[in-house]
C-alpha cells in the first residue's frame, strides 16, 4: 500500500455537491490500485473568505503544500463579486497555482461515447477526436512586463509584452513531450513564429527538445491554423503544446467540440504538486439544487491518478465507467431523447456502481 495525502478544496456553489460525488469515487477505486488515502478538507474563494476574510487562508497553502495532490470543486460567485480584486474566490485559485509551481495546464477535449450528439460539429467530424492541448500556465504575455496604459503623444496606449525565456519553453515542452509518449507519440507545437520572436525563438527550443523524444513524431502549425484546423478536423491531432495566450483561446476552442462545460477536466503540473479541477465554474443559478454533472470533477480525478500518481490504468477505468453510465444516465446538461434525467448525487451513485462491474 503506498499512502497518499490528498488536499480536497471543494469551494463555492456546485463546487462541494461535485467534489463529494468525485470522492466517492476516489475511495472507492483508490484500493484496487493500493492507495491509501489521507483526505483532508480546507476552504478556497468564497467560502474562505466568509470564514476568515481572505480567499486563500495559510492554512490552506500550508496543507496544499503538504499534500501529494489537490482536488478543487470551483470558486467565485455573486455574493463575492463586489468585493475588492484583491480578496476575489478567483484570486485564491491563482494564488494556489503560483505557490504549486504549477506551470502546465492540461485540458482533454475527449468525445464521450453518443455524446457526439452534444456537439455543435458534425458527428462525422467530431467522433473519436481525443486532443489534449498542454498550455504554458505561468509565462507569455499574461505576466510580461513592461505592460499597462499610459499616454503617449496626447493619446492613450495600451501595451503588453510577450516574453519567453529558452528554460520557461524548455520546461513546457518537456512536458508536451512527455504527454504525447504517453499518448499517441504525435505532438503538434503552436506559435507565430511568422511574426513574432519569441515564438520563434519558442518553436527553435521545442525543435531542440524534441532531440531527446525521437518516437515523438513533432510538427509545428501557426496559431491561426490551429484555430481552423481544429473545427475542420479535430481527429487529426493527438497532443498540442502551446504558449499561455494560445493555449487560453484554442483550449476552450477545442474543449467546446465536446459540447459540455459539465464534462471537462483539466490538470496543471510542473511544480512537485499537481492540482485537478473541472473546467467549470461554481454554476451558481443551479448551485443547492443537486443538478450539477459531477462527471467533469470525476474526470479530473483519473486525471490526478494518472499524473500523479502514475495510474493510467485507474484513469482508464473511471473513464469507462463515466461511458457505461451515460449511455443510460444524464444530468440536465447533457439530456438527451431516450436517457433518463437524474441529479449530481445519483450520477454519482451510477459511476459507483458501473465501477463495481469493471
Ligand atoms: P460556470 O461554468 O459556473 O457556468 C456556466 C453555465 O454552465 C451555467 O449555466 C451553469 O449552470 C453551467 N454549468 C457549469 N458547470 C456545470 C455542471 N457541472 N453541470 C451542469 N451545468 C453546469 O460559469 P459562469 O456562470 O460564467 O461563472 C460562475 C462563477 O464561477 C463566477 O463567479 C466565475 O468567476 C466562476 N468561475 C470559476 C472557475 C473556477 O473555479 N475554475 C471557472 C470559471 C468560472
Redo the contacts with the bound molecule.
Sequence with gaps: MSTKKILVTP?????PE?SAQAILVLKKIAPRFGLELELSEKPV?GAAYDLTGTPIPDETLEAAKNSDAVL???????K??SLDFSVR??RG?LKLRSELELYANLRPAVIYGDLVNASTLKPEVVEGADLMVVRELTGGIYFGEPRGIEIRNGERVGFNTLVYSESEIRRIAKVGFEIAMKRGKKLTSVDKANVLESTELWREVVTEVGKDFPEVELSHMYADNAAMQIIRNPKQFDTMVTTNMFGDILSDAAAMMTGS??MLPSASIGGNIGMY??????????SGQD????L??ILSVGMMLRYSFDLGEADEIIKQAVVETLDTYR???VMAEGKTLIGCIEMGEKVLEALEQI
Design positions: 469551494g463555492d456553489g456546485i463546487g461535485v474563494g478543487l470543486g470551483a470558486v467565485g460567485g455573486p463575492w463579486e474566490p478567483e485559485l462545460l459539465g479541477e473541472p473546467v467549470h465554474g461554481s454554476a451558481p443559478d443551479i443538478k450539477a454533472n459531477p467533469a470533477m444530468t440536465g446538461d
